[in-house]
Structure formats: C-alpha cells, structure tokens
C-alpha cells in the first residue's frame, strides 16, 4: 500500500508539468500593409495601443499590443467579413519584411512559437519562407538564433492555420524576422508562445510525501 502512495504520488507530479503558455506584455513592429502598398484592403493593427501611427503603412509601433494577441483568428477567406470589416483580422505585409519584438517582463525559457498564417494564394496572399528568431535579455543585444523554413507539403495547404516553430532559448524578448515565400503578401492574424515545463505549485509537496512513506516502509523492512 505504501509503494502505491509512492507511485502515486510521482504520477500526479508527472501530469502536472505541462507546457505554460507565455503571454508578452508588449511587441514592437512595422504596421501592416494596405491600399497605400497595393493592397485591397488596409492590413493595419488597428487596436494597437502603444506608440506609432496605426493608419499608415509600415509605420513603426512600440510599446504595445493589440490584435496580434487578441485571441482571434482569421480564416482561409482572408477577405471575409466577420464582424469588423474585410480582412480586419489579418495583418499583412508586401514591401516589408516584418520584424516582431515580443517583450515578456521577465526572462522565458521557450520552447516554441506559432503564427497564425493565411496561405490561401488569392490576391498574392501566401504562407512566410522563413522565420529567423532571436532571443534577448536587454532588448538590445540579440543571440542564440534559429531559423524556422517553411516545407513544400506546408506551403501546398491552402488552409489558414497556426504554424509552429520549435524553440530552445531564454530570454526576456523574443524577436521574430519574417522573410516572404512564394507570395508577396505575409498575413498574420495571431501569436502564441509556449515555455519549458515546470511543476504547478504544491506538486513536489505531493512527491516528497511519497517518498517519505516509501522511506518509512524500507526501515520498516
């Protein structure tokens, strides 16, 4: 009955280590794209709150967030209209190749990163090359690069999707270069980020119960 304490114990700290999704606090970056660049549509963050003219293309924003995290996607039809205006869930870039600063308060151990991509084709709309990510903790000197390519089976599905990046650095800020693929246009709806397991609070308590009364059985013995 004691060793089944004991393994119990050690499979409830098991199950609790999982991936913790990290928020950023802040990102700078180059607006998105529009009808200035070509574009149908006006592909600006449009809820931006941070520093930085939100209306014109490319314009540099700092010190905020908006709808790169606001928890909602685009879908396949970039163009469609779910509530707030055409296109108004996508950002979008053709004559920049956008550079993310993702500020997290406080040094991270990632373990990967998705992008919420449109690879629909229409309109010269199509999933990024490449990712170069780096990782700093001053937000001045960057290091510890790694670059993330997108596959020909990837870029042959048209769907709108989260595509993901394996990471494995530290850093207070994560920064991401996008460079283009076989379209102009870079859409992105969304960013999420996970970090390196840990335990949840009071899970090692439950483990080292469990090795006490395995002790305890063993002097016993």
Request: aromatic share 12%.
């Amino acid at each position: 009955m004691i060793y089944r304490i004991g393994f119990a114990a050690a499979a409830l700290v098991v199950a609790a280590i999982s991936h913790a999704d990290a928020v950023p606090l802040t990102y700078d970056m180059e607006n998105g794209e529009g009808q200035a660049s070509g574009g149908a549509f006006d592909y600006w963050d449009q809820t931006y709150n941070g520093t930085g003219d939100t209306t014109v293309d490319a314009a540099p924003l700092s010190g905020g967030t908006g709808q790169m995290l606001d928890g909602v996607t685009g879908v396949d039809d970039w163009e469609a209209d779910l509530g707030n205006g055409n296109a108004y869930e996508w950002l979008g870039w053709i004559n920049t190749n956008p550079t993310i600063t993702f500020d997290f308060g406080s040094t991270t151990a990632f373990t990967n990163a998705s992008f919420h991509t449109n690879n629909n084709g229409v309109g010269g709309v199509g999933m990024w090359g490449s990712a170069d990510f780096s990782f700093s903790d001053d937000g001045v000197t960057f290091g510890g690069d790694t670059t993330r390519t997108t596959t020909a089976l990837e870029r042959a599905d048209p769907t709108a999707r989260y595509l993901t990046s394996d990471l494995s650095a530290s850093g207070r800020y994560l920064r991401v270069h996008f460079n283009d693929g076989d379209q102009p246009w870079i859409f992105i709806s969304e960013a999420k980020f996970n970090t390196s397991p840990v335990p949840e609070p009071g899970s090692m308590a439950v483990l080292g119960l469990g090795v006490v009364a395995l002790l305890r059985r063993k002097r016993k013995a």
